[in-house]
């Protein structure tokens, strides 16, 4: 079965320090996977997908085949990138399979 | 570019009752989805319209929901009669592509609460 996992539900760093939020996913195809967030009173956006390789308000994210995993990381999180994020694995036609979300706290 | 927009923002409404939501989508757009995040778990996929043809509707929980999308602009989705468990949060998300790579332009949600 096709699924996605983030295994993280809260991420709390401080101002400064690197953040990891971990995707994991199972799919039998190519999997076309990205990353979206919900900074708190907006709406759900496309931070970054696998297929454009880009770097986006310093997040990368490598799809790694053999692990199954595409990770999220930044080197130097900004109190600005607290938000909800959420991995989530295209399945043909554009509909969207989506993680359970990490909460990200970023602290002074 | 206003974005998509939904209708209403919060409904708060009785078991049994009735409830339609709108979803405008970015205009040009002919991919228009809904999705619904209920309390705890994971945002869902509902179902996807290409214009005014529903193309995939497999995520849809039952027979008491119906989506709709006459002449291709705007959609609803009516649930009827509402039960306890379809509280949520239900959103709507456009693209101007169907292929899987293209990004999906989300609406600020409509928030379901039903008593």
């Known amino acids: 079965a096709q699924r996605v996992t983030q295994p993280e539900k809260l991420l709390s760093v401080f101002k400064g320090a690197p953040v990891e939020l971990k995707c994991n996913y199972s799919?039998?195809?190519?999997?076309?996977l990205f990353w979206y967030v919900q900074y708190s009173r907006q709406r759900l956006q496309l931070l970054l997908r696998?297929?454009s390789r880009e770097s986006i308000k310093g997040f990368t994210a490598d799809l790694n085949k053999g692990e199954t995993s595409f990770h999220l990381k930044k080197p130097f999180a900004q109190e600005e990138d607290s938000a909800m994020y959420y991995c989530?694995?295209?399945?043909?036609?554009?509909?969207?399979?989506f993680g359970a979300g990490t909460q990200v706290v970023v602290t002074p | 570019e206003a974005g998509v927009t939904q209708f209403p923002s919060h409904s708060v409404i009785e078991k049994g009752q009735t409830v339609t939501l709108r979803c405008d989508p970015i205009?040009?757009?002919?991919?228009l989805y809904w999705y619904r995040r209920v309390m705890g778990k994971e945002i869902k996929f509902l179902l996807h319209?290409?214009?005014?043809?529903?193309?995939?509707e497999s995520g849809m929980p039952n027979n008491r929901f119906l989506a709709e999308r006459t002449g291709g602009t705007y959609s609803t989705l009516k649930v009827q009669p509402a039960e306890l468990e379809d509280s949520g949060v239900y959103f709507c998300?456009?693209?101007?592509?169907?292929?899987?790579?293209?990004?999906?332009?989300f609406g600020p949600g409509t928030r379901l609460t039903v008593t």
């Open positions: 998300a456009s693209s101007q592509e169907f292929h899987s790579s293209y990004e999906q332009y």
């Open positions: 696998h297929i």
């Open positions: 205009s040009g757009h002919d991919n």
């Open positions: 319209f290409v214009k005014e043809s529903k193309q995939d």
């Open positions: 989530a694995l295209s399945r043909g036609w554009g509909k969207l399979q």
């Open positions: 799919y039998s195809g190519s999997p076309e």
